[in-house]
């Protein structure tokens, strides 16, 4: 069982910037495909990004060039750095991991996710 512990969740200024991390528990870290999704209210999760183990980069293109999610798996953690935040952005949000690795591949677990209020 991996138990993913979110944090950074704010109140944030339009146009502001903010940082979200995401660190894993054990020392498998480096097994998973690690993401970010958002539930903006009323709406349904979809993902932000996601970082695959060689570190290969995905976005949703409604962030691209604003959002970079890394991850260090020395420190068994991955971030989600936002800048030019606007109001769309504003939701909870969720730190999948999803093992790619023999031993837990096609396991799933998901943090309990930060709220963030992006106000005009």
């Known amino acids: 069982q991996v138990q993913l512990v979110e944090s950074g969740g704010a109140l944030v200024q339009a146009g502001g910037s903010l940082r979200l991390s995401c660190t894993a528990s054990?020392?498998?870290?480096?097994?998973?495909?690690m993401g970010w999704y958002r539930q903006a209210p009323g709406k349904q999760r979809e993902l932000v990004a996601s970082?695959?183990?060689?570190?290969?980069?995905n976005y949703a293109e409604s962030v691209k060039g604003r959002f970079t999610i890394s991850r260090d798996n020395a420190k068994s953690t991955v971030y989600l750095e936002m800048n030019s935040l606007n109001a769309p952005a504003t939701g909870v949000y969720f730190c999948p991991a999803i093992g790619a690795a023999a031993g837990v591949r096609g396991a799933h677990y998901w943090g309990q996710g930060p709220q963030f209020t992006v106000s005009s």
């Open positions: 054990g020392n498998i870290f480096s097994a998973f495909i």
């Open positions: 970082v695959n183990r060689a570190s290969s980069t």
